[in-house]
């Protein structure tokens, strides 16, 4: 897929997420709007995935440890054909397997999160398993920056740079609020990227809202030999809705009916826009 495909296909899931949510009455908005492009990316452009196999030997693994923002993954999966798409509609209902963190019962899911601080070791141990078995598959792991407040991240973080694991990939939406606030105010966390560079992992840090930036740091992985790749994805919480942007509140806000109907009015016109300049 094009950039601009790509860009137009998160506007996309961006509309899942709000109308997912408005259905639901809960869910994590702001999270799953700011890294909507990141998923679209990986699940659309980078992964080697099959959705009619998902659980073949070589595929890419991928981990979302900040698994509150569950909604954009949900319409990622059901798009890429992993589910019908009609169980969107189910989001967070009584009996659903598409409840509100991901669950390994839904194809294309490899690991239960939501306690969060859990997603790296485990991406740590798949990388692992696939050097020490010579499978070239990779291992993507999703964090928030609020989740880097969990010790448990440092010490996946440790381990990963120990092995050389070149075929990790940590990520960070780093959309500086976590769930009250910003996280310099909760757990100040700078100079971030000089930590992960003590810990011995090769950081690049993007706009991780731009798809083209996303598209060229995730392509150039293996990004040093023999280290594991820190994307330190700068992103906007909220990202594509002007009146959520950067609003703490709307870490779990629910719209109601006229903010879903200005949203969806806004990320129409970010569509079309994406569309007409596609032709
Ligand atoms: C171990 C643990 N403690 C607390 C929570 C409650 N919680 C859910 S989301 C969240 C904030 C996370 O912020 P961040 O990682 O920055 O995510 P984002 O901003 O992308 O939504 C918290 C504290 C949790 N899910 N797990
Ligand atoms: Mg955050």
């Not at 099959?50 to 949900?74: C, M, Q, T, Y």
């Not at 040093?224 to 950067?246: C, D, H, Q, R, Y």
Request: charged content about 20%; proline content about 4%; some cysteine.
């Amino acid at each position: 897929m094009e950039i601009r495909d790509l860009q137009a296909k998160a506007a996309q899931i961006r509309m899942d997420v709000l109308n997912m949510i408005f259905r639901a009455k809960t869910g994590h908005t702001g999270g799953s709007l700011s890294n909507a492009d990141i998923v679209t990316a990986l699940y659309y452009r980078i992964m080697k995935i099959d959705p009619a196999n998902p659980k073949a030997k070589d595929r890419d693994r991928f981990i979302l440890s900040k698994g509150h923002s569950v909604e954009s993954l949900w319409s990622v999966l059901a798009d890429r054909g992993f589910f019908p798409k009609e169980e969107l509609a189910t989001f967070s209902q009584f009996g659903t397997k598409l409840i509100g963190h991901p669950n390994n019962k839904v194809p294309g899911i490899e690991m239960n999160t939501g306690a969060l601080g859990h997603g790296l070791a485990v991406a740590v141990g798949m990388a692992l398993a696939a050097k020490r078995d010579g499978a070239g598959y990779r291992a993507f792991c999703l964090m928030g920056d609020g989740e880097q407040a969990e010790g448990s991240v440092w010490e996946a973080a440790m381990a990963g740079a120990h092995y050389n694991l070149d075929n990790l990939v940590g990520i960070i939406d780093r959309n500086r609020l976590q769930i009250s606030g910003s996280t310099e105010e909760v757990m100040g966390l700078e100079p971030l990227e000089t930590k992960w560079e003590a810990f011995g992992w090769n950081v690049v840090s993007i706009d991780g809202n731009d798809m083209q930036a996303l598209i060229d740091t995730l392509e150039a992985i293996p990004s040093a030999a023999g280290k594991p790749t820190l994307i330190m994805a700068n992103t906007v919480k909220g990202k594509g809705v002007s009146f959520a942007e950067n609003v703490p509140h709307w870490h779990h806000h629910v719209p109601n009916e006229h903010e879903l109907s200005l949203a969806l009015g806004e990320l129409a016109a970010t569509l079309e826009s994406y569309r007409r300049e596609g032709v």
